[in-house]
């Protein structure tokens, strides 16, 4: 969930997926150029292809990302995860 917007757990994976194998060299780049050339993959999940044509669309999924890192939120470490308690 990023706000208003939620996403199924195994979509929000598969982002972040496809954001790590699209990272350019500059780190100081890396999320807005991710972010564009994540838009352009076939397999991104249909779900997020509505914030392609956002503005914040980098942001949006830069936290998503976070959020799928390392399975914390299946342990309801993270706070951007729905339904911990």
């Known amino acids: 969930q990023d706000g208003d917007l939620k996403f199924p757990l195994e979509s929000v994976r598969k982002l972040k997926e496809l954001m790590d194998g699209n990272r350019p060299v500059s780190p100081r780049l ?3 150029v991710a972010s564009r050339a994540v838009c352009l993959e076939k397999s991104l999940p249909a779900e997020f292809q509505p914030l ?12 998503l990302s ?3 890192e390392d399975d914390l939120c299946e342990i309801c470490a993270n706070a951007a995860c729905a339904g911990c308690f």
């Open 30 to 32: 890396a999320v807005p």
């Open 66 to 68: 976070l959020a799928a």
């Open 52 to 63: 392609c044509k956002r503005e914040d669309a980098h942001k949006i999924f830069q936290r």
